[in-house]
């Protein structure tokens, strides 16, 4: 079956190294986005891409990049990592108009 | 984009049918409506899409109104298992829109 998957499902880093979150996924959806989602929060739009070489900012950007090389992927890269990027990520995708789809989520612990 | 509107919380029985509203005034001709459901350390589930009138699966049921300025996510006969966070979201139908989620209505069911 086509999935979404997320990797590494759970990280602990340092404060100022970069991390990168993988999201893949298998259903050759053209839009993909990044959330994130603080305890006891809603979801908030960090990045999201409506097909190859295309990427777009979201509500929470700062700090984050991503790279759309091709339909699969949308890694998700956090440039020097703080404390206040220490959270849960949900990586999903969709096609307009339709249902998107979300990952399990990647908990990223920084210290 | 539009903007939606729910309730943040709600209480009820099981046993009960539970209705959660949404209003997005500002929704465009080719928006979808679209109700997900989010349990905690999981990620958003879709439970179902409209565009009008009224969709059933078997999970809920769905009632949107000819203006389309809000719509009636229907559990009948809500269980203990029903207890999440439940998002109304508006997908464009079409490329390069952002999608935002709003705060969620936090249904909280007891016995």
């Known amino acids: ?102 990952g399990e989520g990647s908990w990223l612990t920084v210290v | 984009l539009a903007k939606t509107t729910q309730p943040i919380s709600m209480d009820s029985y099981e046993g009960q049918e539970v209705n959660i509203t949404c209003s997005h005034n500002n929704i465009a001709t080719n928006d979808y409506i679209t109700w997900y459901q989010q349990f905690p350390s999981q990620g958003p589930r879709f439970i179902i899409q409209g565009y009008k009138t009224k969709v059933t699966n078997e999970v809920a049921s769905l009632f949107i109104p000819a203006d389309r300025k809000s719509s009636t996510l229907s559990l009948p006969r809500v269980s203990l298992s029903d207890t999440a966070v439940y998002y109304c979201l508006v997908l464009a139908n079409q490329a390069g829109t952002a999608l935002i989620f709003g705060k969620g209505t936090t249904l909280s069911v007891s016995s």
Not at chain 1, 13 to 41: I, K, P, S
Not at chain 1, 48 to 67: A, M, P
């Open chain 1, 1 to 102: 079956d086509a999935e979404i998957t997320q990797s590494p499902r759970h990280k602990i880093t340092e404060t100022g190294r970069q991390v990168t979150l993988a999201c893949h996924q298998t259903w050759n959806h053209n839009n993909m986005f990044w959330y994130r989602q603080d305890l006891g929060h809603g979801l908030r739009l960090i990045h999201y891409s409506y097909g190859v070489q295309d990427t777009n900012k979201g509500e929470v950007s700062d700090g984050y990049s991503v790279s759309r090389s091709n339909t699969e992927d949308l890694p998700l890269t956090l440039e020097s990592a703080a404390s206040s990027q220490t959270s849960v990520y949900f990586c999903a995708s969709g096609n307009s108009g339709n249902t998107i789809y979300f």
